[in-house]
């Protein structure tokens, strides 16, 4: 069964260090979110692509975040630098279109100190 | 950022028991989707609904998008140990861009 691929699945830095995410999302999928998980509380959206175009990322605090998917498959999501509220699990998802259904992969567990 | 309002937060329940959640919103949507997650992985898809009134199921589970598409629910009968974890609702904004909108979850805990 296709699967989301993230890497990697914990990441543990210091406050200040720049800290980078990988994204695989299942082949064909035109539709890439990264979503921000805070423990107890459901993901929220920092940014959305349709193939390589950001369409939504009014919630990436885009002063230290970053996010890019170049030939509109795989993506990566950048924090420089790294706060001590950023620590969070970071879920990658992808869906067939913008109304279709979302897989989520196994997420990135983020440690800052 | 924007959540749905889940109920209950969460919830103990014997083994064999049914459960019935809810996913509340201010706002209309076109889709409902329902996840589980357990502890330190990624939310795992249950049941996508996509019209009002709609009821599906997926072995012990049932949903239905509700009549005024303002919101969800979410039945588990026989309950049994490995549903315990978080159970997360997603509703569809399709007001400006297209995205999910997710809910507080409600937390399982079964009781053997």
């Known amino acids: 069964e296709a699967e989301v691929a993230q890497s990697p699945r914990y990441k543990i830095t210091e406050k200040s260090q720049a800290v980078a995410f990988w994204c695989d999302p299942i082949?064909?999928?035109?539709?890439l979110y990264w979503y921000r998980q805070i423990l107890g509380q459901g993901p929220e959206l920092l940014v959305q692509?349709?193939?390589?175009?950001?369409?939504?990322d009014s919630q990436l605090p885009k002063d230290r975040f970053s996010a890019e998917r170049l030939k509109g498959v795989d993506s990566t999501l950048k924090i420089q630098p790294a706060e001590l509220g950023d620590s969070a699990m970071y879920l990658c998802?992808?869906?067939?279109?913008?109304?279709?259904?979302?897989?989520f992969g196994e997420g990135s567990r983020l440690t800052v100190l | 950022g924007q959540q749905l309002n889940q109920s209950p937060q969460s919830m103990f329940i014997q083994e064999g028991e049914d459960v019935s959640m809810n996913c509340t919103s201010s706002?209309?949507?076109?889709?409902w989707l329902w996840y589980k997650q357990d502890p330190g992985e990624g939310p795992v898809l249950l049941i996508a609904?996509?019209?009002?009134?709609e009821l599906t199921s997926n072995g012990r589970l049932t949903a239905q998008f509700g009549i005024t598409r303002k919101d969800s629910f979410l039945n588990i009968s026989a309950s049994i140990p490995s549903d315990v974890g978080i159970y997360f609702c997603?509703?569809?904004?399709?007001?400006?861009?297209?995205?999910?909108?997710f809910g507080t979850g409600t937390r399982l805990k079964v009781l053997a």
């Open positions: 997603a509703g569809l904004s399709t007001s400006g861009t297209y995205k999910y909108i």
């Open positions: 706002s209309i949507f076109n889709t």
């Open positions: 082949s064909g999928h035109a539709t």
């Open positions: 609904l996509y019209k009002a009134g």
């Open positions: 998802a992808s869906s067939p279109g913008r109304t279709g259904e979302l897989f």
């Open positions: 692509f349709q193939d390589e175009s950001v369409v939504d």
